[in-house]
């Protein structure tokens, strides 16, 4: 008997399906279009932290999410037999003027306080890093709790893991059981549409893979790009936020404007070519966290969405949660994450 129905075979229903199953339950994935068809579907991966400051709800959630994900993506690794690309390398990033380095300096005390030993955030002689992107202070930050992973083999390694465990993504089957909602961008529309209120909605970013073999090192955050060097040999440079558009799914020259400060950035990249270029929507709720939790008056249905730019980061986190409230009815979604936050 199928207990649970998950719509949506990007990286909240694969990961939530993945928890499921893991403990014990019948599930089934259903997706028209396929896995990844979305944003899940990108390129770049940058699990990056929230600075070490003001501390919330969401960012103890982001932490906790960040410290499972090594553990959780080396499980599905080693049961699909696919690779996800994590890797936890930390990142660097410029400081750009001397109150850039005071206000550095300051954060490495309370990620002591709030990291602990689980992670570090210093303070570096630019000159002291082999990958580094240009700083006209000549110091870098850099935080061991960052990582990467590469979207579309993660969702292919869940995918994989999931077939190992006897389930396939359907394109379509009837509800059975308990119903999860992860469907995007499409989710947040129609829901916008059913409470005649923004929900939530696409925002499109556009991202570029460069020929550049830099595996194994840390990612850079520089002029507002990430640049990811993946372990396949590319680096991923990205990302736009557009909220006005005309076509969804076309580059244009935004995304030549962020693969010129990558290049800007780190001198290895000048010369290195665009082997991709990618463009998509990514879901943002409209309290911009993402939305989890029972659908209010649905009864048996659930909804995990808004995963906007961490959606990855956070699915390890999001993924033991949501198995807990569907399976056991055990409600652990902090404050601010609830569906009940947007509507």
Request: hydrophobic fraction near 45%.
């Amino acid at each position: 008997m199928v207990e649970i129905t998950i719509r949506g075979a990007g990286i909240f229903g694969l990961s939530v399906a993945w928890a499921c199953v893991r403990r014990g339950a019948a599930v089934q994935v259903i997706d028209p279009f396929g896995p990844a068809s979305g944003s899940s579907g990108g390129i770049v991966g940058a699990l990056a932290p929230h600075v070490p400051e003001k501390w919330s709800a969401k960012k103890a959630f982001q932490l906790d999410s960040l410290l499972m994900a090594e553990r959780f993506w080396h499980e599905v690794e080693a049961i699909g037999g696919a690779k996800s690309g994590y890797a936890r390398k930390g990142r660097l990033q410029p400081i750009l003027n001397d109150r850039g380095v005071e206000l550095a300096h300051r954060r490495a005390e309370t990620a002591q306080e709030l990291w602990q030993e689980n992670a570090v955030w210093q303070v570096l002689q630019a000159k002291d890093a082999d990958w580094a992107p240009a700083s006209p202070t000549g110091w870098l930050i850099y935080d061991s709790l960052s990582a990467l992973i590469h979207p579309r083999q993660a969702c292919t390694a869940l995918v994989m893991a999931l077939q190992a465990k006897g389930v396939t993504i359907q394109a379509e089957a009837p509800d059975q059981g308990q119903v999860l909602w992860a469907t995007g961008v499409a989710g947040l529309t129609d829901m916008s549409a059913r409470y005649d209120r923004v929900v939530g909605a696409g925002e499109k970013g556009q991202a570029a893979l460069l020929a550049h073999d830099a595996r194994g090192l840390p990612q850079l955050f520089a002029d507002g790009v990430h640049i990811i060097p993946h372990s396949d040999g590319t680096v991923a440079v990205g990302s736009t936020t557009e909220r006005y558009f005309d076509n969804a799914d076309q580059t244009d020259t935004q995304l030549d404007d962020v693969i010129a400060k990558a290049r800007s950035a780190v001198p290895a990249l000048a010369s290195a070519q665009v082997i991709d270029r990618w463009a998509g929507l990514r879901p943002r709720s409209h309290s911009r966290a993402p939305m989890l939790g029972a659908w209010p008056d649905r009864p048996g249905h659930f909804i995990a969405n808004g995963g906007f730019k961490i959606g990855f980061g956070m699915a390890p986190k999001i993924s033991e949660v949501m198995a807990d409230l569907l399976l056991d009815g055990s409600d652990a979604v902090p404050d601010g994450f609830r569906v009940t936050d947007n509507l």
